[in-house]
């Protein structure tokens, strides 16, 4: 299992952008995909996006398409999500996860480990 803590959370006005990173420890890094997810209050959590274990392919949730971009640097052991134009919308506890799935997986139930998320808060 790999231990996964996320930064880069906060306050932003709507039409703002934030960096999310989650930080993996442990020398298997590259060995997951990795996975953003988000849970707004009263709501269940939802897949975000996905990056495969050399970064070369990513899914995203047709809401985000455009505004968000996955990426990782195996190198630091770190995955990021740039968050563009944000919505009030957007708004929600978001947590990284990763996979030892081969092929592309946008269920939580198929993500193994877990951070302990970081709120994004996007005023109107």
């Known amino acids: 299992q790999v231990q996964l803590v996320e930064s880069g959370g906060g306050l932003v006005q709507a039409g703002g952008s934030l960096r999310l990173s989650c930080a993996a420890s442990?020398?298997?890094?590259?060995?997951?995909?990795m996975g953003w997810f988000r849970q707004a209050p009263g709501k269940e959590r939802e897949f975000v996006a996905t990056?495969?274990?050399?970064?070369?392919?990513?899914y995203y949730t047709d809401s985000v398409k455009g505004r968000f971009t996955i990426s990782r640097d195996n190198a630091k052991n770190t995955v990021y999500l740039q968050m563009n134009s944000l919505k009030s919308e957007d708004t929600a506890v978001y947590y990284c996860?990763?996979?030892?799935?081969?092929?592309?997986?946008?269920?939580?139930?198929?993500?193994?480990?877990w951070g302990q998320g970081t709120q994004v808060t996007v005023s109107s």
């Open positions: 996860a990763a996979t030892r799935a081969s092929v592309v997986v946008t269920s939580s139930a198929d993500f193994s480990s």
């Open positions: 442990g020398r298997t890094f590259s060995s997951y995909a």
């Open positions: 990056i495969s274990r050399k970064g070369g392919s990513t």
